[in-house]
Nanobody
Framework: QVQLVESGGGLVQAGSSLRLSCAASAGTLSLYAMAWFRQAPGKEREFVGGISTNGDNTYYGDSVKGRFTCSRDNAKNTVYLQMNSLKPEDTAVYYC???????????????WGQGTQVTVSS
């Protein structure tokens, strides 16, 4: 098992950058592929990006390609989501999640963090 804690969210202006972190408060993140999802009010949870266990492979949703980057530091038991050129439509609660293989379906993920709010003003 692994327990996940996200941090780094906040209120920023359009065009700004933020870096989210997801740390394991219990368990070992290096055993899991990791992903980031987001959910805006009234919308379904959306796949943002994912990263393989060793960090060699990354995957992104179409809406964030070229702007967001997933990375991980297994020595620190932490994964990151670097978000650049933020847009108001990026406003959502962002969650990290752990699984065996990165897929875009939220139901395939076994462990979730509590989420961190990102708000982008225009």
């Amino acid at each position: 098992q692994v327990q996940l804690v996200e941090s780094g969210g906040g209120l920023v202006q359009a065009g700004s950058s933020l870096r989210l972190s997801c740390a394991a408060s219990a368990g070992t993140l290096s055993l899991y592929a990791m992903a980031w999802f987001r959910q805006a009010p009234g919308k379904e949870r959306e796949f943002v990006g994912g990263i393989s266990t060793n960090g060699d492979n990354t995957y992104y949703g179409d809406s964030v390609k070229g702007r967001f980057t997933c990375s991980r530091d297994n020595a620190k038991n932490t994964v990151y989501l670097q978000m650049n050129s933020l847009k108001p439509e990026d406003t959502a609660v962002y969650y990290c999640a752990a699984t065996i293989t990165v897929v875009e379906r939220p139901l395939e993920y076994d462990y979730w963090g509590q989420g961190t709010q990102v708000t982008v003003s225009s």
